[in-house]
């Protein structure tokens, strides 16, 4: 049985109970004190309810929360979004780390039409014209797929750090995610930089060769580009862009008081 199939069947034998704010405070509180990502993941899995499901974009972080997916033996639906822009190193990535860990990373991909009809009112590369257009765009191939990838998952885990920028400095462990309707669960929230760059090197866990290049932070190609020495670690991304709104939509959320610890 896939891992994807065991998660849907784990999903429908548990109890999905509702989580309330207080619930999830608790459990921000309590992945707080905990010191290894495998026991946060074990944690959030004995916690919640549910198919947990993780979005991993194959960037260092995503790559270090799979590897404490495979330590803990955790039931967690992995999935990515396939833009269809991405780099080819990020490609390779997927099957390499199908390897490395023995998991199944389901990649979701935009809907056909909704690409065609973007490309044919803003063209292939309408994403640079306005902020309006790259949103656009990112709505189609991320942010829609995404919404269908996380239908009826109880739970989200991402890969958000506080330290990676200021729109980001208030990531709690744990919130309610009311726009999406689940709860997310972000369990490296306190990673600095070293201490996920450490983590990466002595688990031995693969990398997207672009990171050597210049590319800490890696998202679809036309959209990256390497950084250079003493900029900020996603300079690099929509660098066309004023550096206040630099987010797709994946991680928007209103309601970011709710559960902080
Ligand atoms: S990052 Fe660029 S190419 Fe990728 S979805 Fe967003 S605008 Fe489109």
């Not at 194959?58 to 790559?63: H, N």
């Not at 330290?163 to 972000?186: H, W, Y």
Request: with cysteine.
């Amino acid at each position: 049985m896939t891992q994807q199939a065991k998660s849907q069947q784990s999903g429908a034998q548990r109890a999905v109970a509702p989580q309330s704010p207080g619930d999830v405070s608790v459990l921000a509180e309590q992945l707080a004190t905990l010191a290894t990502l495998d026991q946060r993941i074990a944690l959030l899995r004995a916690t919640v309810g549910g198919r947990i499901a993780f979005s991993t974009s194959l960037g260092l972080e995503d790559q270090a929360i799979l590897h404490g997916i495979a330590a803990s033996g955790a039931d967690i639906d992995v999935f990515t979004l396939d833009t269809g822009r991405h780099f080819p190193e990020t490609l390779d990535l997927i099957a390499v780390s199908e390897q490395r860990f023995g998991l199944k990373i389901r990649v979701v991909a935009p809907e056909a039409a909704d690409v065609e009809r973007l490309v044919a009112r803003d063209g292939i590369n309408g994403f640079r014209s306005t902020i309006a257009a790259r949103v656009a765009c990112c709505e189609v191939r991320k942010v829609r797929p995404l919404h269908r990838a996380l239908d009826g998952a109880a739970a989200w885990i991402t890969g958000l750090r506080r330290a990676q920028s200021a729109g980001r400095a208030d990531v709690p462990f744990a919130e309610t995610d009311r726009a999406m309707g689940l709860i997310k669960l972000n369990p490296i929230a306190d990673w600095t930089l070293a201490i996920l760059e450490t983590y990466v090197a002595s688990n031995d866990v693969p990398v997207n060769a672009l990171h050597a290049r210049g590319f800490p932070s890696i998202g679809c190609q036309p959209c990256t580009r390497a950084i250079r020495p003493g900029e900020d670690i996603r300079a690099g991304r929509w660098w066309w862009e004023n550096e206040d709104g630099k987010e797709c939509g994946l991680h928007n959320n209103p309601n970011r008081k709710v559960a902080r610890a």
